[in-house]
């Protein structure tokens, strides 16, 4: 048996030729199928290496997207900040003008000294007592609105910090009263599966209506990232 290509002899049992290496198997006759039909470098190859490294390429695309998701929830922001508005007082301070009108007219009405002495002491205690009250209260409270977390500090001397995670929250509400409506202010309820603070009250909110809504918007859009995100994974 003689290769086609360089005309050695060869064993007729052979597969290549062992002097130029052209395939020679497939041909009984002992002529080989002739050369084999070079490959195009553009086209697919269907190889299981090139299915794995396929493969292989998708899944990182997959957890590329995922720690996207994951970076854009973890970026915290924060949307609002207070306390304790003094406006939540205007009823107290309202209380407090008309005592001291009271006073003074008893203090005409029976110009005494000590009457008079006993009024002072009086009208100051009450304003001393109403100031006490509005700096505690804006000295206890704090809150901040991220759009992750609702965080709400506590104390004076001894300061508390809780944090309750926006998508744990169920219900927002809020309540004012005839004079609170003048002034805008109020009181906003949350209710949410927080184990320390199933139920928050946040006292004495300016502009409540606005807040109320912005929790209520942020925790929304919170809920739908989270479950963007859990899609992704």
């Given at each position: 048996m003689q290769c086609y290509q360089c005309g050695e002899e060869v064993p007729r049992n052979a597969v290549f030729c062992h002097h130029c290496g052209t395939r020679l198997d497939g041909n009984p006759s002992g002529e080989a199928n002739g050369p084999e039909t070079?490959?195009?470098?553009?086209?697919?190859?269907?190889?299981?290496?090139?299915?794995?490294?396929?493969?292989?390429?998708?899944?990182?695309?997959?957890?590329?997207?995922?720690?996207?998701?994951?970076?854009?929830?973890?970026?915290?922001?924060?949307?609002?900040?207070?306390?304790?508005?003094?406006?939540?007082?205007?009823?107290?301070?309202?209380?407090?003008?008309?005592?001291?009108?009271?006073?003074?007219?008893?203090?005409?009405?029976?110009?005494?000294?000590?009457?008079w002495i006993g009024c002072g002491v009086f009208v100051l205690a009450l304003w001393g007592f109403q100031a006490f009250i509005l700096v505690s209260r804006q000295m206890n409270v704090h809150y901040r609105l991220t759009n992750q977390r609702f965080i709400h500090q506590t104390g004076i001397l001894r300061r508390v910090t809780d944090r309750v995670d926006l998508i744990d929250i169920d219900d927002i509400t809020f309540e004012q009263g005839i004079i609170d409506r003048l002034v805008g202010v109020g009181s906003i309820r949350i209710s949410s599966s927080d184990r320390t603070h199933p139920e928050l009250v946040l006292a004495g909110i300016e502009d409540v209506a606005r807040v109320a809504g912005l929790i209520d918007e942020t925790f929304r859009a919170e809920r739908r990232r989270r479950g963007l995100f859990v899609e992704h994974v």
């Amino acid at each position: 048996m003689q290769c086609y290509q360089c005309g050695e002899e060869v064993p007729r049992n052979a597969v290549f030729c062992h002097h130029c290496g052209t395939r020679l198997d497939g041909n009984p006759s002992g002529e080989a199928n002739g050369p084999e039909t070079p490959v195009d470098p553009h086209e697919p190859d269907d190889s299981p290496q090139d299915a794995s490294s396929s493969a292989a390429e998708s899944f990182r695309n997959s957890v590329a997207q995922r720690n996207r998701a994951g970076r854009e929830l973890e970026q915290e922001e924060t949307l609002w900040e207070g306390g304790y508005a003094s406006k939540a007082m205007l009823s107290r301070w309202i209380f407090s003008a008309l005592a001291t009108v009271g006073a003074l007219i008893v203090a005409i009405m029976w110009p005494h000294q000590y009457v008079w002495i006993g009024c002072g002491v009086f009208v100051l205690a009450l304003w001393g007592f109403q100031a006490f009250i509005l700096v505690s209260r804006q000295m206890n409270v704090h809150y901040r609105l991220t759009n992750q977390r609702f965080i709400h500090q506590t104390g004076i001397l001894r300061r508390v910090t809780d944090r309750v995670d926006l998508i744990d929250i169920d219900d927002i509400t809020f309540e004012q009263g005839i004079i609170d409506r003048l002034v805008g202010v109020g009181s906003i309820r949350i209710s949410s599966s927080d184990r320390t603070h199933p139920e928050l009250v946040l006292a004495g909110i300016e502009d409540v209506a606005r807040v109320a809504g912005l929790i209520d918007e942020t925790f929304r859009a919170e809920r739908r990232r989270r479950g963007l995100f859990v899609e992704h994974v």
